[in-house]
């Protein structure tokens, strides 16, 4: 999770320089998505650890959402007209694409193990018959 933590934490200080600077959010697309995505994955495993490092989950998960409080208050009072929601939108096509991919790769790994499971009762099967078509031939002739 420090991983994540600090990406997070990175991509929204490129993000908050950017903004303070003049620039518009989709100049900074790649560094947005970077802090949404690992924002995500920061919630998910807070919520996986149960009691295992809950105070410092929920310490980083508020800094989190004060980081996000920023960014509202900047694109609501400082941006374009329609940034926060923009903003909003960008966040649920992330989720939307994130939650894609995770199926994608769920089908993909069930896939193999249908692939995997047909080639060992196969092989089985070959285990089996090879032998007794060659007991079957010695007895015949």
Not at 7 to 15: E, G, K, L, P, T
Not at 108 to 116: A, D, F, G, Q, T
Not at 117 to 126: H, Q, S
Request: aromatic share 8%; charged share 30%; hydrophobic share 45%.
């Amino acid at each position: 999770m420090l991983a994540e933590i600090a990406a997070a934490n990175a991509a929204f200080s490129v993000i908050k320089t950017a903004l303070s600077n003049g620039k518009e959010l989709f100049e900074v697309g790649d560094e947005a998505t970077k802090y949404f995505d690992n924002k995500s994955v920061i919630a998910k495993k807070s919520n996986a650890h149960g009691n295992k490092n809950e105070l410092a989950a929920f310490m980083e998960l508020q800094k989190l959402r004060k980081q996000e409080e920023w960014l509202k208050e900047h694109m609501i009072y400082a941006g374009d007209p329609g940034m926060w929601d923009a903003w909003l939108q960008f966040q649920s096509d992330c989720k939307r694409n994130r939650e894609r991919q995770a199926a994608i790769a769920k089908r993909k790994k069930l896939e193999n193990r249908k692939s995997i499971n047909t080639f060992l009762k196969v092989t089985g099967v070959m285990i089996i018959v090879i032998p007794l078509i060659a007991i079957i031939a010695k007895l015949v002739l």
